[in-house]
């Protein structure tokens, strides 16, 4: 049978999208793309269950109208490959390759299988600026520090600045039709539909926001990313992390700023944050199961459930932690200093497992991605590469004070406390009773007191680091 396969992952974008290029460009008439989704995969992942099925809706209606199926298959992909090749379903076959080792795993299975068919494939690397395996020291080993990682990198990506294919294929509309096989994707609950008020999973969508970024936010990176309450960062990464666009994309879009603020330079370097922490899973893939510095394996976790639900439920009596823990629920997604202030305080103030932090994470970012997560919390816990020293601690009420000085972020999340007095914003549990009456903000009724003193937590977790170096 002569027909044309690309093997769909998290690219839903037809521009910068070298698989898809080459599928519309092949000789065969016969033209189909399909999309294996392993319910394993997504068993942690409930947010992103909604993404998925949304994006693949969404992506199905595109390619309709460029007269390409979408078939979604629920199977295990080694099984499905073997099906469809002793179906004689395809002769060729296209796709970018993945930046997660699992991932890439499930490929060198698969083309093991195409090798012994005789099956023509091709495999493009699309989804990482440089191939993750490629930056390394003049000595051939890995970066574990970020600034030495970056600066190679980039130099690496500028001298050989790939260009690729952007047409770009529109004239579409949303009214989906409804395919079984993508329902079923969508998670059992319904705590998921609120995400529709606040996302729109599509390439389109996320090159409005790109653009809409460049032109009237980059200039201003450096300090507005660091705001909760504005729209001071780029919001993104969901659709980066399912390929509705692409990290080529955007670095071609940034190139193209004539005046290169230091906006500019702190944007590019999240973007190489995001090609560090997939180099360092790819060299040290114990490090998503484990400490990547040994020696913290010694370190004296606390095992607590009740505190660790106060934190997942946004209870915690310091405000800026429990506003982050709320948008996180109610939108999927949170901003970045607020998940430093979040996470820090889980790992330090709690002592509770980093594992814990990242796995709640993993089941309700958007955004979520192996590499970024897990470094991530790494970073904050201080047992990763290039990580802030343990004894770095977040304090909540500074961190409140210095970000969201006038409550505009936490007043949103926590409309409990929306009639608190500014000098007790950050300290609410400092607010005299007669002034809490008056203000009908009663605290541990309307709002918790907090669940540890910083002062007593914070001289606890040094003394677990001291003790942990003896």
């Not at 796995?359 to 590469?385: C, E, M, P």
């Amino acid at each position: 049978m002569s027909c044309s396969v690309v093997w769909l992952k998290d690219d839903f974008r037809t521009s910068y999208n070298q698989a898809i290029n080459a599928l519309i460009e092949d000789e065969n008439k016969e033209k189909k793309i399909i999309y294996i989704y392993e319910k394993r995969t997504y068993l942690l992942c409930e947010a992103q269950q909604w993404w998925l099925a949304k994006s693949l809706e969404i992506f199905q209606k595109k390619l309709e109208n460029l007269k390409i199926s979408l078939d979604v298959v629920h199977e295990n992909t080694t099984k499905t490959f073997k099906k469809l090749i002793s179906n004689n379903s395809f002769d060729r076959i296209y796709w970018n390759k993945s930046c997660h080792a699992n991932e890439n795993i499930i490929e060198e299975d698969v083309k093991k299988i195409l090798k012994e068919n005789n099956v023509f494939y091709k495999e493009f690397e699309a989804n990482l600026l440089n191939p993750v395996g490629n930056i390394k020291k003049d000595d051939g080993t890995p970066y574990k520090v970020f600034t030495h990682y970056w600066k190679k990198a980039e130099q690496t990506y500028l001298r050989n600045n790939l260009r690729f294919n952007d047409k770009i294929y529109k004239n579409y509309n949303h009214n989906l039709k409804k395919d079984e096989n993508i329902e079923s994707i969508y998670p059992k609950k319904n705590w998921y539909k609120k995400f529709e008020k606040y996302w729109e999973p599509s390439e389109e969508n996320a090159e409005k926001i790109l653009n809409n970024f460049i032109n009237n936010s980059i200039e201003n990176y450096a300090i507005n990313r660091d705001i909760p309450s504005i729209e001071g960062t780029s919001k993104l990464s969901p659709y980066l992390k399912f390929g509705q666009i692409s990290v080529h994309q955007i670095m071609q879009k940034c190139f193209k700023i004539k005046n290169k603020k230091i906006g500019y330079r702190k944007y590019i370097n999240e973007i190489g944050w995001r090609e560090f922490s997939h180099s360092l899973l790819h060299n040290f893939p114990e490090m998503e199961a484990n400490n990547l510095r040994k020696d913290f394996n010694n370190f004296k976790w606390n095992s607590n459930e009740k505190l660790l639900l106060k934190w997942k439920k946004g209870l915690t009596g310091y405000p800026i932690v429990d506003a982050g823990m709320r948008e996180l629920c109610e939108t999927g997604w949170m901003h970045n200093r607020v998940r430093m202030i979040a996470a820090s305080f889980l790992v330090k103030h709690l002592r509770i497992h980093w594992m814990e932090g990242e796995k709640y994470f993993r089941n309700t970012l958007l955004d979520f991605n192996i590499a970024n997560n897990v470094s991530g919390w790494q970073w904050v816990a201080g047992t990763g590469a290039d990580a802030a020293p343990y004894f770095r601690i977040f304090n909540p009420i500074l961190q409140g004070e210095k970000f969201d000085r006038n409550g505009d972020y936490i007043k949103k999340w926590c409309p409990e406390l929306n009639n608190l007095p500014n000098k007790f914003l950050h300290k609410p549990w400092e607010m005299p009773e007669e002034l809490q009456k008056e203000k009908n903000i009663i605290i541990g009724k309307t709002y918790p007191f907090p669940i540890v003193k910083h002062e007593d937590a914070r001289n606890s977790a040094l003394q677990a680091f001291k003790d942990l170096k003896k």
